[in-house]
């Protein structure tokens, strides 16, 4: 029986068609089945598979990946008895039980750490883009399971909030590709004022006395101006200059 990563693995290469989504989400489906006496275990496992070969692929080549989550989100897995699987009180597959708690698990790295090798902050880069994309496509209303807006917020924070120089140039990147591949979403976001809970939407120490408390407008706008700063020391990079563009036309 292939693994979790061996079924996606297809999902990267230029010549995936729609049947090798299918067959993905097929093949993954029953093996949730098969394993519904420790569909926990099972979950946990395929999703970390998935941002193993999520961290290899580029974003350029990540739409099929974004195509069999999406997919697999309208699948239920049933148990023996036909019954639909749930874990954590999430349905499985529509509820993506466990998979914001695996992105999470693996969101303790930092980009603006010297000793990071290439390797580490492509993977970064990939993972960044992917739930991008996720969030790019979730709903405005709601808990879901492809909204990760607040990891948007913390490479924004991290990136345009706080001083640190030439440091900040990886995590400047990071930011970038949250603005292209979700910027629409962020700009509503921003506009609606969404407020996040506890301390999770704080700002950074450049704007510690603003108060704010999640996303909007005054945000926006301060993000905008330090994101164009960025650009004119990091003219060569195009993904800084292309959200840094985007950002001015939202």
């Keep these: 029986m292939s693994t979790p990563a061996q079924l996606l693995e297809p999902l990267t290469k230029p010549s995936a068609t729609a049947d090798t989504v299918s067959a993905a989400v097929q093949g993954f489906n029953q ?14 496992d395929a999703f970390n598979a998935v941002f193993k070969v999520v961290g290899h692929t580029p974003p350029e080549r990540q739409g099929r990946l974004v195509e069999f989550l999406a997919q697999l989100r309208g699948v239920t897995a049933t148990d023996a008895d036909g019954k639909a699987l749930k874990h954590e009180d999430g349905e ?75 440091a900040s140039e990886p ?52 993000w905008a101006d330090e994101l164009k700063a960025a650009q004119a020391k990091m003219k060569s990079d195009e993904t800084v200059q292309g959200a840094a563009k985007l950002m001015d036309e939202l």
């Design 92 to 166: 499985v597959w529509g509820d993506l039980p466990t998979f914001g708690w695996v992105a999470r698990d693996l969101w303790n790295f930092d980009p603006t750490e010297p000793s990071a090798t290439a390797q580490e902050r492509s993977k970064w880069e990939n993972w960044s883009s992917f739930l991008a994309q996720l969030t790019a496509r979730s709903a405005v209303a709601g808990n879901d399971p492809f909204d990760f807006s607040l990891f948007a917020l913390w490479a924004l924070r991290d990136a345009l909030e706080e001083d640190r120089g030439l």
């Design 31 to 44: 093996q949730a089945q098969a394993s519904a006496s420790s569909i926990g275990d099972f979950l946990w």
């Design 171 to 222: 995590a400047v990147r990071l930011a970038a590709l949250w603005v292209r591949f979700a910027g629409e979403r962020l700009r509503k976001l921003s506009a609606d004022a969404h407020t996040l809970q506890g301390n999770m939407g704080t700002p950074g120490g450049k704007y510690g006395e603003r108060g704010w408390k999640g996303f909007n407008e005054d945000r926006w706008r301060a």
